[in-house]
């Protein structure tokens, strides 16, 4: 199984938190556009020896594109690729662009997912945040959403600093009312050299309380599993039959390949990320060249590469994987690293599985940083 991740770099304008590859000018959209068809019939043998599962549409946002425009870019893939007979198509959409005319037009495409960026309910949260849509947007668009989509996630950011709980509890209630089958949710982060980290600094904004992010994560996961939902990955959670296939296997360490500016690719042996920048990747693509680089990944590249993504979900690591695709002496430093941890109940043994508690889901990442293998470690 294989997917292809199609990057839309535009938006209307830019989120106050958000460090992605976009522009908010649309002049180049058709010489973009042009370019993606072409990068995906240049980059075809990259899977000419698997069946593509899941074609998802990412950004920026994906849905400032006209419909035939996205119809264009599915069709190339189909055209090009061996593409399973029941593919995920997921466009992230804002709550603006989805009138009910785009939804229908939407509904009767080959797009049969979507990922709606909520954020929040809230006209507060949404003006701090510098979101293109307000609140009634965000609860027309998603009920017009529900009426011709059965396959929904939408995204919610908690940890916002004008906020608070009562607020948040309100925001996964909305949420739930709408009965929608997935949910993601994100803390918000302070990314270097954008505008809310700038905010902060300038005193203009307070900054993010992680005590208080990490009590709304954890109020996040005790409704959303009340709820039916499972927690497969620590900023996922779905309904039984509605996981995201697209970050599933991502997160599994499934082959993916990224098409447009700045997206990353991943086969395995080997990481790949196109330059970050719209004219530059445009006038590369022109002249018949990729403008990727690509790094072949070590051993113990890919020993964290694991550790990384399998502690984030429901899956864990598996000490007997480790073993056989790492060697015994990665399996014993990953123990070994491990020990304190357990001993703290922030991880636990689940026979031959490593997993995060309850306790340690907020600190997944910095667990998994934990056990990595550092390039000075010396085998034993």
């Not at 920026?60 to 425009?69: A, M």
């Not at 918000?188 to 990490?214: C, Y």
Request: charged letters at 25%; glycine letters at 6%; aromatic letters at 10%.
């Amino acid at each position: 199984m294989a997917g292809i991740y199609i990057h839309i770099p535009f938006c209307k304008q830019a989120c106050h938190y958000c460090d992605f590859h976009f522009s908010t000018s649309l002049k180049k959209k058709e010489e973009m556009l042009q370019a993606l068809e072409k990068e995906l019939v240049m980059r075809r043998d990259e899977l000419k020896d698997q069946v593509v599962e899941t074609i998802y549409f990412g950004g920026g946002t994906p849905s400032v594109l006209d419909i035939d425009e996205t119809d264009r870019l599915i069709e190339t893939v189909l055209q090009h690729y061996a593409v399973g007979s029941n593919p995920e198509i997921t466009l992230e959409a804002n709550p603006d662009d989805l009138t009910e005319g785009k939804i229908q037009g939407l509904a009767a495409s080959k797009v049969n997912r979507l990922s709606i960026g909520i954020q929040s309910f809230f006209e507060e949260d949404l003006k701090f945040m510098n979101r293109a849509h307000n609140a009634e947007q965000a609860r027309i668009a998603l009920h017009n959403a529900r009426e011709k989509f059965d396959n929904i996630s939408i995204d919610l950011i908690y940890g916002i600093p004008i906020s608070d709980d009562k607020r948040w509890e309100e925001n996964i209630s909305i949420a739930l009312s709408y009965e929608v089958p997935h949910i993601s949710s994100y803390a918000l982060t302070v990314e270097p050299g954008t505008a809310l980290k700038k905010f902060i600094e300038k005193g203009v904004v307070p900054g993010v309380d992680d005590e208080q992010a990490e009590a709304q994560f954890q109020h996040l996961v005790r409704r959303l599993e009340v709820k039916g939902f499972v927690h497969y990955e620590l900023s996922n959670f779905g309904k039984p039959g509605y996981f995201s296939r697209n970050n599933t296997a991502y997160w599994q360490g499934k082959t993916y390949l990224g098409i447009g500016p700045s997206a990353h690719s991943f086969n395995g042996r080997e990481r790949a990320w196109n330059i970050s920048n719209n004219s530059l990747y445009i006038k590369s693509i022109q002249t018949g060249e990729l403008p990727l680089e690509v790094e072949s990944l070590s051993q113990r590249d890919r020993y964290n590469e694991y550790v990384m993504t399998g502690l984030r979900t429901m899956w864990g690591v598996s000490l007997h994987r480790v073993e056989n695709e790492f060697g015994d002496h990665f399996r014993q430093y990953l123990l070994e690293q491990a020990e304190r941890h357990i001993a703290d109940r922030y991880l636990y043994l689940d026979g031959d599985v490593l997993r995060v508690s309850q306790k340690g889901k907020f600190l997944s990442d910095g667990l998994a940083a934990d056990l990595f293998m550092l390039p000075l470690e010396k085998k034993k």
